[in-house]
């Protein structure tokens, strides 16, 4: 039986992202590469159609929204993972072009184990 991108979906990590619990959101959010394909996830709440294009130009493929709270996803017919960004559309016509999820953390891991330790002071 083949999977469906239902079937790719974190959704106890992707339920986290919707209620706010979630401390580490890309590790659900954003592109990774599966079964030799690239799937990009986003959370948009009230969007009403998301579509990821990507920068060289060369395609603007439209997501699925795979929860009705604004969880969209598509796998992208590609094995590396592009340059991209989103098209964002919302119900009053509103579109916005939305960066990805790649903003690398300006904290470094000592800063990140102090702060879980609970001795992080600056």
């Known amino acids: 039986m083949?999977?469906?991108?239902?079937d790719y979906m974190d959704w106890p990590n992707i339920e986290a992202v919707m209620y706010a619990e979630m401390d580490f959101p890309q590790?659900?959010?954003?592109?990774?590469?599966?079964?030799g394909k690239v799937l990009v996830t986003c959370f948009f709440p009230d969007a009403k159609e998301v579509y990821v294009?990507?920068?060289?130009?060369?395609?603007?493929?439209?997501?699925?929204?795979?929860?009705?709270?604004?969880?969209f996803a598509v796998f992208l017919p590609r094995k590396?993972?592009?340059?991209?960004?989103?098209?964002?559309?919302?119900?009053?016509?509103?579109v916005i072009e939305q960066e990805v999820y790649t903003t690398k953390s300006q904290?470094?891991?000592?800063?990140?184990?102090r702060f879980a330790n609970g001795t992080h002071y600056q």
């Open 2 to 6: 083949e999977k469906n991108l239902y």
């Open 53 to 71: 294009v990507l920068e060289s130009g060369k395609g603007r493929f439209p997501m699925e929204e795979v929860d009705e709270n604004g969880f």
């Open 107 to 113: 904290f470094t891991n000592s800063d990140l184990i």
């Open 80 to 94: 590396r993972i592009p340059q991209y960004h989103y098209e964002v559309g919302y119900e009053q016509g509103t």
């Open 27 to 35: 590790k659900v959010l954003g592109a990774r590469k599966r079964d």
